[in-house]
T-cell receptor, first 117, second 112 residues
Framework: DTGVSQNPRHKITKRGQNVTFRCDPI?????LYWYRQTLGQGPEFLTY????????KSRLLSDRFSAERPKGSFSTLEIQRTEQGDSAMYLC???????????????FGPGTRLTVL | KNQVEQSPQSLIILEGKNCTLQ??????????LRWYKQDTGRGPVSLTI?????NTKSNGRYTATLDADTKQSSLHITASQLSDSASYIC???????????FGKGTRLHILP
């Protein structure tokens, strides 16, 4: 399967614990995006990378959240001291950006469903 | 503020019937508009993309329209099937902006 993959698919944790999610984008894609989606809502932008550089972070990304893409390939999203409000689907998407145009399609992974008890 | 509004919030129709979903946006300057299908527990999958100069595009039983003057789009589904049950999300990109703006989606239920 050459699509975007995410692991784990599901994560249940207790409040206050740290969790880390992984995203493996489509191999030739230079852009990688993280989104959060709660029930009945569309995805909300969290952050994105161009190769290994993190270019933008949303206000939604509090200081408990950190994302990395150390070698410009896979990415990790860590949430420290989880809260019940962090319960959501965390989606990763990748695209191949050839220029300033926003035409390039983002391909989404299946998501990681986080439940904080 | 760039926003994407979708209606209805949810829709229930019988298998075999047609339906139309609506999307209004205030994104400017406009670059393109996509409709995504998102099955429960899965990531969104692109159905169609339209730029400013396109006013209709089809993908099988899905037909999207775009009126860039009124900033409205619709997604028409013909002869619905049970597998069409999903959320349909309208996504708009602004020219020169790397981010895309998502609507909240329309939850479509097809009943046998």
């Amino acid at each position: 399967d050459t699509g975007v993959s995410q692991n784990p698919r599901h994560k249940i944790t207790k409040r206050g614990q740290n969790v880390t999610f992984r995203c493996d984008p489509i191999s030739e894609h230079n852009r990688l995006y993280w989104y959060r989606q709660t029930l009945g809502q569309g995805p909300e932008f969290l952050t994105y990378f161009q190769n290994e550089a993190q270019l933008e972070k949303s206000r939604l990304l509090s200081d408990r959240f950190s994302a990395e893409r150390p070698k410009g390939s896979f990415s990790t999203l860590e949430i420290q001291r989880t809260e019940q409000g962090d319960s959501a689907m965390y989606l990763c998407a990748s695209s191949f950006q050839t220029g300033p145009s926003s035409y390039n399609e983002q391909f989404f992974g299946p998501g990681t469903r986080l439940t904080v008890l | 503020k760039n926003q994407v509004e979708q209606s209805p919030q949810s829709l229930i129709i019988l298998e075999g019937k047609n339906c139309t979903l609506q999307c209004n946006y205030t994104v400017s300057p406009f670059s393109n508009l996509r409709w995504y299908k998102q099955d429960t527990g899965r990531g969104p999958v692109s159905l169609t993309i339209m730029t400013f100069s396109e006013n209709t595009k089809s993908n099988g039983r899905y037909t999207a329209t775009l009126d860039a003057d009124t900033k409205q789009s619709s997604l028409h589904i013909t002869a619905s099937q049970l597998s069409d049950s999903a959320s349909y999300i309208c996504v708009v990109s602004a020219r020169g902006d790397d981010k895309i703006i998502f609507g909240k989606g329309t939850r479509l239920h097809i009943l046998p």
